[in-house]
Structures are given as C-alpha cells and as structure tokens.
T-cell receptor, first 115, second 115 residues
C-alpha cells in the first residue's frame, strides 16, 4: 500500500525565518514519483516539484529546497527566509508507474508566516 | 501556458437541480482529472480520463456524471446532489496518462454549495 505522512498539521513562523516541512512516504514500488504542491487561500493547487525515485539529488529553486532521502523514505521541503506570501497549505504526494494515474496526497501542512 | 480554467467559480444549487461544471486546458495534455476537496482535507480523486476515455472512477455516486467531449474539455454533470456534496471541485490535467505520472496542473476550482 502507498501512503504519505505529513506529521506537521500546522506550523507558524515569523517572517524571514527558515522552515522545513516534513514528508515521509511508504511504497513497495522501486519506481515512484514524489511531488510537492502549494495551495494558497485562493484554492488552486500549484505544482512545485516532481522527483523520481532514481534521482536523489537535492534541488534548490530560489528560496525553496528539497531534500530527498530514500534511506529514510523522506522528501522534506525547506523554505528559506520565509515571506508572508508563502502562507498556504502544502501537500506532499506520491505516485508510481503502475499503469494508473493516481496521486496519493498527504494530509497537508498549513503554514502561517507571521509578519 | 500552464493554465487550467474552470467555470463557474461558485455554484449554489438545490437538491433537485441539474448543473454542470466545466474545465478546459490548452496545454495538449491527454489526461484530465476531477477531484473533490472538503475543508482542511487533501483532494480526493473522483475520475480520470486518459486519451478521452474514462480510465478511473473512484466509486463515485451516479449523481456525478463526467464527460470528456474532446481532449481539451472536461465536464462534470451534477444531479440530485446532497448537502454533503458541498465542496471545492478541482479539475487537473497532466501530460500523459497510464503509467506516466507527470505532474498535474490544477484549475482554480468550483466552490459548490448544495442547499
């Protein structure tokens, strides 16, 4: 069975602080894909990153960075120098190459950036 | 252009009404999705169309009827809904279906209220 766990339900930090959102996944597949999505208060889910199971390189995009560790089945997301506009719900998600098109979402982490 | 559009943005309907939600994408994507999202929950997959054919129906009640007139359009026909069907309905599309879990691009959603 596939599962995504985001243990942090809600996080509040003061603007300019760094914050890490945790994601732990479970899968028996050797080929799988991990995603992060952002959902601001407007409601639209915004795609942030897609990672396949064979690429453990960490990725940095501006203030965002992702740490993928297969040994601990984790795909954590760090925002550096947070800004109020980063306030949103962040979902980690998992998909495999089984032949279907399903994405398994975690329950999400609600992030509040306080001015 | 990574835009998925949805209409209407808001919809209030009675339990005896018939209404339709519309979704459109012009990215050449061949997989399209309907999700239902309740407050403070992750999106729940309802239907997947791959190459204009229904590939996944997640045991959705028949009062929800999807339709894919062509590769750019996706409709969700609603009839005899219940108050518990009130939710945010999200449409998404991705580059391919069936075994290639590319990232999904989401529309802004239709916020549905059933009275």
């Amino acid at each position: 069975a596939q599962k995504v766990t985001q243990a942090q339900t809600e996080i509040s930090v003061v603007e300019k602080e760094d914050v890490t959102l945790d994601c732990v996944y479970e899968t028996r597949d050797t080929t799988y894909y991990l995603f992060w999505y952002k959902q601001p208060p407007s409601g639209e889910l915004v795609f942030l990153i897609r990672r396949n199971s064979f690429d453990e390189q960490n990725e940095i995009s501006g203030r965002y960075s992702w740490n993928f560790q297969k040994s601990t089945s984790s795909f954590n997301f760090t925002i550096t120098a947070s800004q109020v506009v980063d306030s949103a719900v962040y979902f980690c998600a998992l998909s495999s190459s089984h032949g279907d098109d399903k994405i398994i979402f975690g329950k999400g982490t609600r992030l509040h950036i306080l001015p | 252009d990574t835009e998925v559009t949805q209409t209407p943005k808001h919809l209030v309907m009675g339990m005896t009404n018939k209404k339709s939600l519309k979704c459109e994408q012009h990215m050449g994507h061949r997989a399209m999705y309907w999700y239902k999202q309740k407050a403070k929950k992750p999106p729940e997959l309802m239907f997947v169309y791959s190459y204009e054919k229904l590939s996944i129906n997640e045991s959705v009640p028949s009062r929800f009827s999807p339709e894919c007139p062509n590769s750019s359009l996706l409709n969700l026909h609603l009839h005899a809904l219940q108050p518990e069907d009130s939710a945010l309905y999200l449409c998404a599309s991705s580059q391919e279906g069936s075994g290639s879990p590319y990232e999904q691009y989401f529309g802004p959603g239709t916020r549905l209220t059933v009275t």
